[in-house]
């Protein structure tokens, strides 16, 4: 699974952004997909998932209200709304798939094969 993300920038608090992420290669709807970011001198860390079929969607509670994940399987994207950003969300922000056969997506990032190249996303105060 190829991995490319988009949308990313630079943005005040209180803006949104939309990220995308375009599959290409393994078959896009059998894997559970999510989103990680990375802030400088911090570990990779969760921000949502979503359910290979598309019916269940998870957050991390900082963003829990704020960003919306979905995907669209026809056109093997998945995207991350941002919504009511805050200078705190600044990071790198990655996709990752993960196609093994757990029921619900992991959220390790150790526990995903496929990864992006990463999007910078910027929030000033």
């Known amino acids: 699974v190829q991995l490319v993300e988009s949308g990313g920038g630079l943005v005040q608090a209180g803006d949104s952004l939309r990220l995308s992420c375009v599959a290409s290669?393994?078959?896009?709807?059998?894997?559970?997909m999510s989103w990680f970011r990375q802030a400088p001198g911090k570990e990779r860390e969760f921000v949502a998932a979503?359910?290979?079929?598309?019916?269940?969607?998870y957050y991390a509670d900082s963003v829990k209200g704020r960003f919306t994940i979905s995907r669209d399987n026809a056109k093997t994207t998945v995207s991350l709304q941002m919504n009511s950003l805050k200078p705190e969300d600044t990071a790198v922000y990655y996709c990752?798939?993960?196609?093994?056969?757990?029921?619900?997506?992991?959220?390790?990032?150790?526990?995903?094969?496929?990864w992006g190249q990463g999007t910078q996303v910027t929030v000033s105060s």
């Open positions: 990752a798939a993960d196609v093994g056969l757990r029921v619900i997506p992991a959220r390790a990032p150790s526990l995903y094969a496929y």
């Open positions: 290669g393994r078959t896009f709807s059998s894997g559970h």
């Open positions: 979503i359910r290979r079929s598309g019916s269940n969607t």
